[in-house]
């Protein structure tokens, strides 16, 4: 076999797995992230970008510099990349790429002939000291051949480090992996509605279950993004924080076993009634027992441990510390923060001082306190998570409060 035939083989082995390994990822931002840097080390390019799709624009979505990294260092890197869009027309190269499903192979940039539809854009390079010279853009086509986005690599560097103009015997194997990575990112796009709608599915069996409290539906993405947010400041791996966003939710759903005459009593419950109420957490778990869903799995857990305390003195069974579950200790945090600080009709909301410091007070009685540190640690994502998801102001008489489990 020739060196030119076992270069091609190997470029070809090397380009399957690629196409492999992008089928594995099915988060949307690290799926660019990885498109761009598997491009550059196909093709040796200390640079690249990747814009996507949206209508009738290109969004500039991902950008990497290795010189620039090197100099800047990897954060410095990121704030000399701010997010812009450009037209579908044929005046810039991305967009020339995009209406016209060619590949660009330019060696020089600043060398473009005057009749060319397009130019480049010299005031990155202005900026920040830098010399694009050879570049190569590809359309993105999915497998009905429609436009995706546009993947931009810039600088192929030689072993000896000189910038070369990229091999136009490799244009069609990059724009094989330009058409991967199109199919990747609509299947990741796909993975995310399907995951949206049914977090979605499961905020409104939550509130189903709290039907008759007109307060539920916020609350119930509150306390589901504070409990995921807690549990990723507690060390949880990612899988298990999106376990968490989904799970948390229905930590109230055996609510929907109890009577209304408790449910909606106003004023305080009697011993036998308190009791009574008591029991939506074993109602919760029965609902949600037995599932081969890693989802309704901690659910079931969340929904029987979220009412247990530190000290042994909650319930429905009297765990105390560690015993508890962990994500039955963090939706407690969650959940308890989220009523204090919420405003409602039947009391106003405690500031957030007030509320951290009664949280505090009874971290090692009602908290872990581990868990109300770490809380207390992440507020400023919290009173994003709050002010994401406010309350809609209603105009509505008092009511006394209703009876609480």
Request: hydrophobic fraction near 45%; include cysteine; glycine fraction near 6%.
């Given at each position: 076999m020739s060196k030119e035939m076992e270069s091609f083989r190997e470029q070809v082995l090397k380009l399957t797995q690629v196409g492999i390994a992008l089928t594995a990822v099915h988060d949307?931002?690290?799926?660019?992230?990885?498109?761009?840097?598997?491009?550059?080390?196909?093709?040796?390019?200390?640079?690249?970008?990747?814009?996507?799709?949206?209508?009738?624009?290109?969004?500039?979505?991902?950008?990497?510099?290795?010189?620039?990294?090197?100099?800047?260092g990897p954060d410095g890197e990121d704030r000399l990349?701010?997010?812009?869009?450009?037209?579908i027309t044929e005046h810039s190269i991305a967009g020339y790429v995009a209406v016209t499903r060619k590949n660009l192979n330019l060696p020089d940039a600043y060398a473009i002939p005057r009749e060319a539809p397009y130019g480049f854009n010299t005031s990155f390079d202005e900026r920040n000291d830098y010399r694009t010279r050879s570049m190569l853009t590809v359309p993105m086509l999915d497998h009905r051949g429609q436009v995706l986005g546009v993947l931009q690599l810039i600088n192929a560097t030689a072993p000896d480090g000189e910038v070369v103009p990229f091999e136009r015997a490799r244009e069609d194997l990059v724009r094989?992996?330009?058409?991967?990575?199109?199919?990747?990112?609509?299947?990741?796009?796909?993975?995310?509605?399907?995951?949206?709608?049914?977090?979605?599915?499961?905020?409104?069996?939550?509130?189903a279950a709290e039907y008759k409290d007109k307060d539920t539906a916020q609350h119930i993405r509150r306390v589901s993004n504070y409990s995921a947010a807690l549990a990723r400041r507690l060390g949880w791996g990612a899988a298990d924080v999106e376990l968490m966003l989904y799970?948390?939710?229905?930590?109230?759903?055996?609510?929907?076993?109890?009577?209304?005459?408790?449910?909606?009593?106003?004023?305080?419950?009697?011993?036998?009634?308190?009791?009574?109420?008591?029991?939506?957490?074993?109602?919760?778990?029965?609902?949600?027992?037995?599932?081969?869903?890693?989802?309704?799995?901690?659910?079931e857990l969340v929904a029987y441990s979220h009412h247990e305390k530190w000290d042994g003195t909650g319930y429905p069974r009297g765990l105390a510390g560690k015993a508890i579950p962990q994500?039955?200790?963090?939706?407690?945090?969650?959940?308890?923060?989220?009523?204090?600080?919420?405003k409602r009709v039947y009391k106003g909301a405690l500031g957030v001082e007030e509320t951290l410091e009664i949280l505090r007070k009874d971290a090692g009685t009602h908290f872990d306190p581990e868990a109300v540190e770490a809380f207390a640690a992440n507020m400023d994502e919290n009173l994003a998570i709050r002010e994401r998801y406010r309350d809609e102001e209603k105009a509505a008489p008092a009511q006394p409060a209703p009876a609480s489990g």
């Open positions: 949307l931002d690290q799926l660019l992230e990885m498109i761009v840097r598997e491009a550059r080390a196909f093709t040796c390019a200390d640079a690249g970008s990747l814009y996507l799709r949206e209508g009738d624009s290109l969004r500039f979505a991902v950008s990497q510099n290795e010189t620039l990294s090197r100099r800047l990349f701010s997010p812009f869009t450009l037209p094989s992996l330009a058409s991967q990575a199109a199919v990747a990112v609509h299947n990741a796009r796909l993975t995310a509605e399907i995951k949206r709608i049914h977090l979605d599915t499961i905020y409104r069996l939550a509130m799970a948390s939710p229905m930590h109230d759903v055996g609510k929907i076993g109890i009577a209304d005459a408790i449910l909606l009593k106003p004023g305080r419950l009697t011993p036998e009634e308190r009791e009574a109420m008591q029991h939506h957490t074993t109602i919760g778990a029965r609902i949600l027992a037995g599932s081969e869903s890693p989802v309704l799995q901690m659910s994500a039955g200790r963090i939706v407690a945090v969650a959940d308890v923060f989220d009523a204090l600080i919420s």
